[in-house]
């Protein structure tokens, strides 16, 4: 299980990518010519911002996680919905939650002057304490993932922009995979392109997936399972092609990772 934050020696900014934390490859390091970016759609047990965003129609995006004693962690996130009254909601879960320590409401104000998803809505700065072993990010980082952009929580998922620091498709997927096992994660595959290829370049492979799993694929397409915000949930899926959760999560994870990797 974890939430979303680094390890307690450092802070990260998740508003930009700073020069020094950029990954190989961007605009910001010219060591590497290759690799993969893509987003992660990320569900996982015991996180405080997926059950508040999924209890609430709020939601949230990441900045600073700061080192406070111990294993606490302080976190800086900006609240944002379409009212108010669903800032106030999500705020009032975050401080019932049994996985945050405090909450501290610093500002409010509305999002006109902001781009992106928070623009022209109702938002709230919050500092929220937490326990840091609930995490991801450090995995992340020595999986060789590298984060390009905030991460958002919406309806009880994250949202991860991430850089890979090679361009081994099947490398990646193996990756994933132990992620998932290790984290007991559900972890979905949004979009993905390499530095020299167009993201549009996935669909040509889809010629690689057995009949199944391009049928559950498609279906998942056809639904608004790989949209943001996400159309359908995998329950929904899975009743509608008739099998279980499990076994559509299985076709789904197989046709990603045939996608990744065209040579399988």
């Known amino acids: 299980m974890y939430t979303i934050c680094l390890s307690q020696s450092r802070s990260f900014n998740y508003g930009t990518t700073m020069t020094q934390n950029a990954p190989p490859g961007s605009d910001n ?30 939601s949230l995006i990441a900045h600073t996680v700061y080192n406070e004693d111990g294993h606490v962690v302080k976190g800086h996130f900006t ?3 379409e009212t ?24 409010r104000r509305h999002g006109g002057d902001r781009h992106g998803p928070v623009r022209g809505k ?12 609930n995490t991801i990010s450090d995995a992340l980082l020595t999986g060789g993932f ?27 997927a193996d990756r ?3 992620l998932r096992d290790e984290y007991d994660a559900e972890i979905t595959v949004r979009r993905v392109h390499s530095d020299n290829r167009s993201a549009t ?4 492979r889809t010629d690689s997936l057995s009949q199944r799993q391009r049928e559950i694929f498609d279906l998942a ?32 994870r197989k046709a990603e990772s045939k996608l990744l990797d065209p040579t399988d």
């Not at 010219?30 to 508040?52: A, K, M, N, Q, Y």
């Not at 109702?122 to 072993?133: H, K, M, N, Q």
């Not at 790989?226 to 076994?247: C, F, G, N, Q």
């Open 84 to 107: 108010e009254a669903s800032i106030d909601d999500l705020v009032a879960a975050t401080r019932a939650s049994a996985l945050t320590d405090s909450v501290s409401v610093m500002e």
């Open 221 to 252: 397409c056809e639904r608004g399972y790989y949209s943001w915000p996400r159309e359908v949930t995998t329950r929904e899926l899975a009743d509608e092609a008739d099998i279980s959760k499990t076994t559509l999560l299985e076709h789904l």
């Open 146 to 172: 590298y984060q390009e952009a905030p991460v958002r929580i919406q309806g009880g998922r994250e949202y991860w922009p991430l850089f890979f620091e090679t361009d081994d498709r099947e490398l990646l």
């Open 79 to 81: 609240a944002y919905g």
């Open 201 to 204: 370049d996935v669909s040509h």
């Open 122 to 133: 109702p938002t709230t700065e919050l500092f929220v304490e937490y326990d840091s072993r």
């Open 29 to 58: 390091d010219h060591s590497r010519d290759s690799g993969i970016r893509f987003t992660l759609e990320v569900w996982h047990p015991d996180c405080w911002t997926l059950e508040v965003t999924e209890a609430t129609d709020a």
């Open 176 to 178: 994933l995979d132990a």
